[in-house]
């Protein structure tokens, strides 16, 4: 599955290594671990990062975004990381490259990419990543070991969420063999500043159930501007104080922005996917996000969980 992928990073000189906006730990994670893997397999090439800062992954090591101009994609190869849709990919200029790689492990929309290394059995790209080190043979140090490990325990929710499987642990394994540090990576991940603390409880006291006990925030666009952080910090960062509640298994958090209501959606068992997709949006069977016109877009998304609960068609 990776010697295309080997064969093109091979051939070419500069390498640019993209993934999407609003990085996560995977996306993060993902990008530094690849950038070191391939500078230290092949010294003599250059390894350029680029996209968005790093935001709450700033501790990763490697995660420096490099400034780079337009003439650096003459002749190299641009590896998308952790994307489903070219559209979420950040730092468009990856167009100008003279080919185009993308590795992930979202459900598969479409192919925009001359080689695609897509698995939706992943738990997570960083995992994949580890896979092509070891699969190809490659040297692995310390530091991308890290950065690799890092994207898979955020994206598997620690080991916990249903795409972790025998081979999640078997590339996790692998990993630790460099013997990093674990305890400030959970340190890093798992600690927070006394205001989101405060913030999540607010967002569990507005948390809303439907007949059918699918859980649910609404955000309006005038309170949202009163919290002071971004609508990634709400939308996302907001969206599981409703999981682990007994009984409720879908959950969805409508924020509302200046033109448009953010949406993100999770189930313990029930294909949400079919849902975002709808509305334009995706991600996983189990956790997806899209971006709705308005309030009346939302209520009607929060009926169609509600008959997908009345069905009762799990996954
Ligand atoms: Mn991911």
């Not at 530094?32 to 391939?38: Q, R």
Request: glycine share 6%; proline share 1%; with cysteine.
């Amino acid at each position: 599955m990776f010697n295309e992928l080997l064969n093109e990073i091979k051939k070419h000189d500069t390498i640019i290594i993209h993934r999407h906006y609003n990085p996560d730990g995977d996306a993060i994670g993902s990008q530094a671990g690849l950038k070191y893997l391939i500078k230290e397999n092949f010294p003599d090439k250059t390894v350029y990062a680029v996209g968005d800062p790093a935001g709450r992954y700033a501790f990763i090591e490697g995660c420096n975004i490099d400034d780079i101009p337009d003439a650096a994609y003459s002749g190299a190869l641009a590896i998308l990381l952790d994307s489903s849709a070219k559209e979420l990919i950040s730092d468009d200029r990856y167009v100008l490259a003279e080919k185009t790689a993308r590795i992930d492990h979202h459900m598969f929309i479409g192919k925009f990419c001359d080689v695609e290394v897509v698995d939706s059995t992943a738990e997570s790209c960083a995992g994949l990543i580890a896979l092509f080190a070891k699969e190809c043979g490659l040297k692995l140090s310390k530091r991308s070991a890290k950065a690799l490990f890092t994207g898979m325990v955020t994206d598997s929710g620690r080991f916990r969420y249903d795409s972790t499987n025998s081979r999640t642990f078997m590339i996790a394994s692998y990993l630790m063999e460099q013997q990093f540090d674990t305890k400030d990576i959970y340190a890093n991940l798992y600690s927070d500043d006394l205001k989101m603390v405060r913030l999540r409880a607010t967002f569990t006291l507005k948390a809303e159930f439907t007949e059918k006990n699918v859980g649910y925030i609404y955000t309006d666009y005038e309170e949202f501007k009163t919290y002071g952080v971004s609508s990634f910090t709400i939308s996302r960062g907001m969206v599981n104080v409703m999981a682990e509640i007994k009984g409720v298994d879908i959950w969805v958090n409508f924020t509302e922005t200046e033109d448009s209501v953010l949406c993100e959606l999770r189930s313990t068992k029930y294909n949400i996917n079919q849902i975002a997709v709808k509305y334009g949006g995706g991600g996983h069977l189990l956790a997806s996000g899209a971006t709705l016109k308005n309030k009346e877009e939302a209520l009607s998304m929060l009926e169609d969980l509600n008959n997908l609960v009345e069905r009762g068609e799990t996954v």
